[in-house]
């Protein structure tokens, strides 16, 4: 079992909509939690950097963590296909290496 | 653009072969890490140096080395290359000590061994 799981999607969904990007993990050593953007053929783009359980907002993104039960989200309001790309968590525990998921490929259709 | 620069954009060689592959920070940034992206196993964290001197090694193989200069930025040196090398090599700086702190990654390369 993989210590991070991601849905690969693919996530299609219409122009507008709300989008929920989820990942779960077993690792219950895991405190730093991030949202990467990988656009096709590009490097990740970091969106989102949470430390500890709750809500972190940043425009239209919002970044969920749920330590209990060990789960995170990645919510993208007013979805615009410019957000069209694949979608990496990552996670790491104190002085240990991100982990990250296999990515979700979400596009956002007009 | 994440202010990270990776030379060569594409890489084409054979089995056996040695390549070298070049990582420049973002302005300020003392840590370098790479990382090797392939279909199969996604993102895997190689090796982290801050400063010059090596932090952490994650799954990196011994045919593969990397250093990192005074003037801070980073080589990847991967030799003896195999079919199953091929993948997208990925640099990240950041400006903290540790693992776990806010990495920007660079726009990779990509290396193909035939």
């Known amino acids: 079992q993989k210590e991070v799981e991601q849905d690969p999607g693919p996530l299609s969904v219409p122009e507008g909509a709300i989008v929920s990007l989820n990942c779960t993990y077993s690792?219950?050593?895991?405190?730093?939690f991030m949202w990467y953007r990988q656009y096709s053929r590009k490097g990740p783009e970091l969106l989102m950097y949470t430390y500890s359980s709750g809500n972190k907002e940043d425009g239209r993104f919002t970044a969920q963590v749920d330590k209990s039960s060990k789960y995170i989200s990645l919510f993208i309001r007013d979805s615009q296909p410019s957000d069209s790309a694949t979608y990496l968590c990552a996670m790491s525990a104190v002085a240990q290496k991100l982990v990250f998921g296999q990515g979700t490929r979400l596009t956002i259709n007009p | 653009d994440s202010g990270v620069t990776q030379t060569p954009k594409h890489l084409i060689t054979a089995t056996g072969q040695r390549v070298t592959l070049r990582c420049s920070p973002r302005?300020?940034?003392?840590?370098v890490y790479w990382y090797q992206q392939s279909l199969d196993q996604g993102l895997q964290f190689l090796i982290h140096?801050?400063?010059?001197?090596?932090?952490a090694k994650g799954n990196i193989l011994e045919r593969f080395s990397a250093q990192q200069f005074p003037d801070l930025h980073s080589e990847l040196n991967l030799s003896s290359l195999e079919l199953g090398d091929s993948a997208l090599y990925f640099c990240?700086?950041?400006?903290?000590?540790?693992?776990?702190?806010?990495?920007?990654f660079g726009p990779g390369t990509r290396l193909t061994v035939l």
């Open positions: 302005s300020g940034d003392l840590s």
């Open positions: 990240a700086s950041g400006h903290g000590f540790y693992l776990e702190d806010e990495q920007f």
């Open positions: 690792n219950s050593a895991f405190q730093y």
């Open positions: 140096y801050y400063n010059g001197e090596e932090r």
